[in-house]
């Protein structure tokens, strides 16, 4: 239990894709100018990053492995992923309407978000089990969706500071996000001490 | 004329049309291996490769590939590829598969190259694709030396690998994480638009929804939601209060 609290708080805090790994930028830079649609966001892609690991974990396990296939795991897993968001929007248009509204809008989006393929893969690489897999998911995708408010939040109150004309744009929104990064360094450390 | 339009062709992807630092694409892997200047090339140099060679089969299969499923060709032709470099330098350069790590994979997802194919090489012959895409590959290439450098000089006092001794009581360690990877790549972009600025001007597209690779998706998408917010506001340099940079929002992404 300890090991599978310690993954989780790992994938949120210390080893945060966005800030600590840099794996997702572009949603993180581009959907975080308003508050509630980097809730969206953070929350579909939580969510596709669940679904993913439950499909492709099975898959390379019982599949792939068995025939000495894992160099295909590339091809497999982005494919598994682009259908797997088709699949979880129709069954979502069909059945949870109010959830599709909230949340259709970036499903399409995720399909070719690095940090869903670059979870399934870590999870392979790092030899978790079924169960840890599915906690570093949820760990990574709540990271992310953390990221993104607090980001978020940030950006809001730069639009309104008076900048230098050729940091405009662009490159203040990657300042801010490397001094939120800073803030995120001082993460390490501090789950294994207050578990451990 | 014609030679002179395919040099054109070249040469826009390095300087004019610089996928990292004028398109802002493909920022994921320029701050993550961009931590030493062996990572960076090898990098772009895999990245090149890719780019290169699906630009040419999505170009040969431009009228072949229906043009609702185009997306999930497109990735498969680029997860064929990347797969096949990453086996090749597992069996010959173990050393650069082992530094680059899952961001080889992560090639695949690398907006640079499905922008490309979305954008040039379903409408332009094979011969101009090619070119396109090495010319798009060396502006990464050199995009990404340029973020590199000043990080491996003055984050971890090392050029090429090679420590210096000089620099080892005043390097800033900082600047060889993420975070710096982050702040260098700021100053960079700022660097260039002061730069380009006495000419006019170069036409920044920072989150463009015409340069990313979704753009199609996402405008439907925005139609419903107002959630596809062009780059009109990031890119404007007037400053706007809040409220009106939100209506502005909404319509970019209704237009």
């Known amino acids: 239990m300890k090991e599978l609290i310690l993954i989780l708080m790992g994938g949120v805090l210390i080893n945060n894709y966005v800030l600590q790994q840099t794996i997702g930028i572009c949603p993180f830079l581009g959907v975080s100018k308003k508050t509630n649609q980097a809730v969206g966001m953070g929350i579909a892609v939580t969510f596709v990053m669940l679904f993913a690991t439950l499909a492709t974990h099975p898959i390379y396990t019982y599949i792939l492995a068995p025939f000495k296939l894992e160099y295909l795991q590339i091809i497999v897993f982005i494919l598994v992923i682009a259908a797997l968001v088709q699949f979880v929007e129709i069954v979502l248009k069909k059945f949870i309407p109010s959830l599709h509204k909230s949340l259709g809008v970036y499903l399409p989006l995720i399909t070719t978000n690095c940090a869903v393929l670059g979870v399934v893969l870590n999870n392979i690489t790092d030899g978790f089990n079924f169960i840890q897999s599915i906690f570093s998911s949820l760990g990574v995708g709540l990271g992310f969706l953390l990221s993104m408010v607090l980001f978020a939040g940030v950006r809001s109150r730069m639009e309104n500071c008076p900048s230098p004309k050729c940091f405009k744009g662009v490159p203040i929104t990657l300042i801010a996000a490397s001094i939120v990064a800073i803030a995120f360094i001082g993460f390490g450390g501090v789950v294994e001490n207050l578990i451990g | ?255």
């Open chain 2, 1 to 255: 004329m014609a030679k002179n339009k395919k040099l054109s062709i070249l040469l826009r992807g390095i300087i004019e049309e610089n996928p990292v630092l004028i398109l802002v694409l493909g920022t994921c892997p320029s701050i993550a291996t961009a931590t030493s200047l062996q990572s960076a090339v090898s990098m772009g140099i895999a990245a090149t490769i890719v780019l290169v060679c699906s630009n040419v089969v999505i170009s040969l299969l431009r009228k072949i590939i229906p043009d609702t499923v185009r997306i999930p060709c497109y990735i498969v032709i680029i997860a064929t590829f990347v797969t096949a470099v990453q086996l090749l330098l597992q069996a010959f350069l173990p050393a650069i598969y082992e530094m680059l790590g899952v961001y080889l994979a992560l090639i695949v997802v690398n907006c640079i190259i499905l922008g490309r194919a979305e954008m040039f090489a379903r409408k332009n012959p094979v011969g101009d694709s090619a070119l396109d895409g090495l010319g798009m590959g060396i502006g990464f290439i050199l995009a990404l030396i340029v973020i590199a450098f000043p990080r491996e000089f003055l984050g971890s006092g090392k050029i090429w690998g090679i420590t210096l001794d000089f620099m080892e009581n005043v390097k800033i360690p900082v600047l060889a994480t993420p975070a710096g990877g982050f702040f260098i790549y700021g100053i960079v972009i700022a660097v260039m638009n002061k730069l380009t600025e006495k000419k006019g001007g170069v036409k920044r597209k920072s989150f463009d929804c015409e340069s990313c690779p979704s753009a199609a998706i996402c405008k439907k998408a925005g139609k419903a939601e107002g959630t596809c917010q062009g780059a009109e506001n990031t890119a404007s340099t007037q400053e706007q209060p809040t409220n009106a940079a939100n209506e502005d929002g909404v319509k970019g992404g209704n237009a």
